[in-house]
């Protein structure tokens, strides 16, 4: 069975810094892309990041671009989003997923985040 | 950035209806979307990619159409566990997009 699993969430401060990590088992995350998806309870989901499989390529959502850098590393075979600059609006369950379609499309159950004063 | 327009917001429907809804890209996509479902306290489960591939293991009463800027997922004889939010998402070009969402009631 395939599994993602994220940790790292937390309550944070405006203007805080979180770093969320994202391991898999049953699969080799190391061949997989990784995207990082946001939810706000009772809301629809938002795509955040992605990071290419060779580590090589990241894309941002324009609600995250300069606050939030997604990388990886290979060796532990271990996604990471680092987030900075914390707004309330980040407020959200965050998932790690593959979206691979035919190839792997798996989810973790997320880590919540609370940015809060 | 593409924007992802799907409708209806919510709907009502019985066990055994046919439930259709539509997302509409703001510009042309190509066939490089996928439908997930999504239930309360759990994480969304891919139906549909590629506009029209049905994921392996999901009932053959969801389908998929459509392709450039308008898409349909339409569920045949809705069951029980089909009761749940779903969405929409263009995996063309970044940044992605995510729908915003329809959830089925009853």
């Known amino acids: 069975e395939v599994q993602l699993l994220e940790s790292g969430g937390t309550v944070v401060q405006p203007g805080g810094s979180l770093r969320l990590s994202c391991s898999a088992s049953?699969?080799?995350?190391?061949?997989?892309?990784v995207t990082w998806v946001r939810q706000v309870p009772g809301k629809g989901l938002e795509w955040v990041s992605s990071?290419?499989?060779?580590?090589?390529?990241?894309y941002y959502a324009d609600s995250v671009k300069g606050r939030f850098s997604i990388s990886r590393d290979q060796s532990t075979a271990t996604g990471y989003l680092q987030m900075t600059n914390l707004r309330v609006d980040d407020t959200a369950l965050y998932r790690c997923?593959?979206?691979?379609?035919?190839?792997?499309?798996?989810w973790g159950q997320g880590t919540p985040v609370t940015v809060s004063s | 950035a593409i924007q992802m327009t799907q409708f209806p917001s919510s709907l009502s429907a019985s066990v055994g209806d046919r439930v259709t809804i539509t997302c509409r890209a703001s510009?042309?996509?190509?066939?490089?979307l996928s439908w997930y479902q999504q239930k309360p306290g759990q994480a969304p489960k891919l139906l549909i990619y590629?506009?029209?591939n049905l994921q392996s293991g999901v009932p053959s009463r969801f389908s998929g159409s459509g392709s450039g800027t308008d898409f349909t997922l339409t569920i045949n004889s809705l069951q029980p566990e089909d009761f749940a939010s779903y969405y929409c998402?263009?995996?063309?070009?970044?940044?992605?997009?995510f729908g915003q969402g329809t959830k089925v009631e009853i």
């Open positions: 997923a593959t979206l691979a379609g035919a190839w792997g499309d798996h």
């Open positions: 049953g699969i080799n995350l190391r061949f997989f892309a």
């Open positions: 990071i290419s499989g060779n580590g090589n390529f990241m």
């Open positions: 510009q042309g996509i190509g066939k490089d």
């Open positions: 590629s506009a029209t």
């Open positions: 998402f263009q995996d063309h070009n970044y940044p992605r997009a």
